[in-house]
């Protein structure tokens, strides 16, 4: 099993700044054959289903906002908030889909 | 637009044994891959297994003994059955899809399932 570990657990940040949440996997989930990363990030809000924000590590789906962007390769990565708005406070995922599918613990953002 | 909705009982005993569907509307169950997550209250998404080509499975590896996932094309949908269900069970069950790759760009509403005695 591929195991995914985020940081911190809870983070809170002033409006307007950045946020940064961390997610490593227990191993590579870089594929070489096609040097993609088997990485996505998702925000839940409560009482809502997930929502992918961003795919292939650094792939942002569609409508989402650019202030929300990836990064990272292999086995470490970030996801990045560049300005936070009131509405970005959510729960948030790194999932791994390099074998079977495999979710990090989540990161708890808030404002402060 | 692809759409997905949860159903089933929302509370199961002790010991019996768990069953969801799902209903795919605006796509084909006998494309994509289609999973089950779960999320115990307060807690964390588990993934709990996925289904493709109408009945090829991957499971997670701590529930393999105790799912079943299958799907049914005639009527579009897709169903979990996991046996020997305790309190640790209890969860909001989601029905997610990968339609654009192998990453969750579908999700269902989720379903809370209590087990109790």
């Known amino acids: 099993d591929i195991v995914m570990t985020q940081s911190p657990d809870s983070l809170a940040v002033s409006l307007g700044e950045r946020a940064t949440i961390n997610c490593k996997s227990s191993?590579?989930?870089?594929?070489?054959?096609?040097?993609?990363?088997?990485l996505a990030w998702y925000q839940q809000k409560p009482g809502q289903p997930p929502k992918l924000l961003i795919y292939w590590a650094s792939t942002r789906e569609s409508g989402v906002p650019d202030r929300f962007s990836g990064s990272g390769s292999g086995t470490d990565f970030t996801l990045t908030i560049s300005s936070l708005q009131a509405e970005d406070v959510a729960v948030y995922y790194c999932?791994?889909?390099?074998?079977?599918?495999?979710f990090g613990q989540g990161t708890k953002l808030e404002i402060k | 637009q692809v759409l997905l909705q949860e159903s089933g009982p929302g509370l199961v005993k002790t010991s019996e044994t768990l069953s969801l569907t799902c209903n795919v509307s605006g796509g084909s169950v006998g494309d994509y891959y289609w999973s089950w997550i779960r999320q115990p209250p307060g807690k964390g998404l588990e993934w709990i297994g996925y289904i493709y080509n109408s009945g090829s499975t991957f499971y997670n590896p701590s529930l393999r003994s105790r799912v079943t996932i299958s799907a049914d094309t005639s009527k579009n949908q897709f169903s979990l059955r996991l046996s020997s269900v305790t309190a640790a069970d209890t969860a909001v069950y989601y029905c997610?899809?990968?339609?654009?790759?192998?990453?969750?760009?579908?999700w269902g509403q989720g379903t809370l399932v209590t087990v109790s005695s």
């Open positions: 997610a899809g990968e339609l654009s790759d192998q990453y969750f760009d579908c």
């Open positions: 191993q590579s989930v870089l594929y070489s054959t096609n040097n993609l990363n088997y």
């Open positions: 999932q791994q889909y390099y074998t079977g599918r495999t």
